[in-house]
């Protein structure tokens, strides 16, 4: 049973880089797509981006184009993790970060991490 | 961007009850539609995706519907588990966008 695990620092101060990490267990991230999902307090849930491998070398990226000029996902096969890196925060950046895998692009998001908290603050 | 308007916002219902959730795309999304259950301090559950297609797991009471830019969430007879938020996605084209949640209260 696949599962995923959201890590990173729960506070990151105005204008840096929050970087989250998630790490897959019980599965490949081969021929996969690895999303960061984000929710801000009392919203809705935001796509941030996803990773696909279609082969164990580099990953295929797509953003949000709303946050395409401050994120970048990357990841690393052999030990099954792939990464946040959002640059510039604000505080309209706080919100609870989840990472999901889906099966194909023509399906949703069959398993998600239980969320880790992030607060945009100094 | 595709916008999903999902209706009502909240709803008191109770334990038995027949209940339905709205999910309006702002252009076509060709059945291209998930639908989760979440619970406070966990990830979303997929219960439907294709818009009507049940997920391996998830209980006969949950259905879907709809098509073009009108998808229902139906739970047949609500269990005391099933009190959660309630989210549609499109996956139709990126950017996935999701509706606002339904708060699904006793």
């Known amino acids: 049973q696949v599962q995923l695990q959201e890590s990173g620092p729960g506070l990151v101060k105005p204008s840096e880089t929050l970087s989250l990490t998630c790490t897959v267990s019980g599965g490949s991230l081969i021929r996969y797509y690895w999303s960061w999902i984000r929710q801000p307090p009392g919203k809705g849930l935001e796509w941030i981006g996803y990773?696909?491998?279609?082969?164990?070398?580099?990953?295929?990226?797509n953003y949000n184009p709303s946050l395409r000029s401050r994120v970048t996902i990357s990841g690393d096969t052999s030990k099954n993790q792939f990464s946040l890196d959002l640059s510039s925060v604000t505080a309209a950046d706080t919100a609870v970060y989840h990472c999901?895998?889906?099966?194909?692009?023509?399906?949703?998001?069959?398993?998600w991490g239980q969320g880790t908290t992030v607060t945009v603050s100094s | 961007d595709i916008q999903m308007t999902q209706s009502p916002s909240s709803l008191s219902a109770s334990v038995g009850d027949r209940v339905t959730i709205t999910c309006r795309a702002s252009q076509g999304i060709s059945d291209s539609l998930g639908w989760y259950q979440q619970k406070p301090g966990k990830g979303p559950k997929l219960l439907l995706y294709a818009a009507s297609r049940l997920e391996s797991g998830v209980p006969a009471r949950f259905s879907g519907g709809g098509s073009g830019t009108d998808y229902t969430l139906t739970i047949s007879s609500l269990q005391p588990e099933d009190f959660a938020t309630y989210s549609c996605?499109?996956?139709?084209?990126?950017?996935?966008?999701f509706g606002q949640g339904t708060k699904l209260e006793i």
């Open positions: 996605q499109q996956y139709y084209t990126t950017p996935y966008t």
């Open positions: 990773i696909y491998y279609s082969g164990s070398t580099s990953g295929s990226t």
């Open positions: 999901a895998r889906s099966p194909s692009i023509n399906y949703g998001m069959d398993v």
